[in-house]
């Protein structure tokens, strides 16, 4: 599985951005995706995640509220709403991919190259 994440810029703090990450492979349903994040200086960290028929999703208790992870099969996307965004979500967004929706970075086997986000105050 290839993963390309995309949708990342600038914005004001309030504001929103939806970040889309589109994969290539076999299968793309049978996986669970999820977003991490990484700010600088800082370990990477879990942001959402969402099972492959979208029955459970999960949250940072960070971005709860706020963020909303979706997919679309058909299109091989998964897809991050960001709302009410903050300062403290600038970071460069990952998405990946693996067997089970968990917060655990291990979890994931496929990694997309990243988006920055970045929200100024």
């Known amino acids: 599985v290839q993963l390309q994440a995309s949708g990342g810029g600038l914005v004001q703090a309030g504001g929103s951005l939806r970040l889309s990450c589109a994969a290539s492979?076999?299968?793309?349903?049978?996986?669970?995706l999820a977003w991490f994040r990484q700010a600088p200086g800082k370990e990477r960290e879990f942001a959402a995640a969402i099972s492959g028929s979208s029955s459970s999703t999960h949250y940072a208790d960070s971005v709860k509220g706020r963020f909303t992870i979706s997919r679309d099969n058909a299109k091989n996307t998964v897809y991050l709403k960001m709302n009410s965004l903050k300062p403290e979500d600038t970071a460069v967004y990952y998405c990946?991919?693996?067997?089970?929706?968990?917060?655990?970075?291990?979890?994931?086997?496929?990694w997309g190259q990243g988006t920055q986000v970045t929200v100024s105050s």
């Open positions: 990946a991919a693996g067997r089970y929706p968990y917060r655990a970075r291990v979890s994931y086997d496929y």
């Open positions: 492979g076999r299968s793309f349903s049978s996986y669970a």
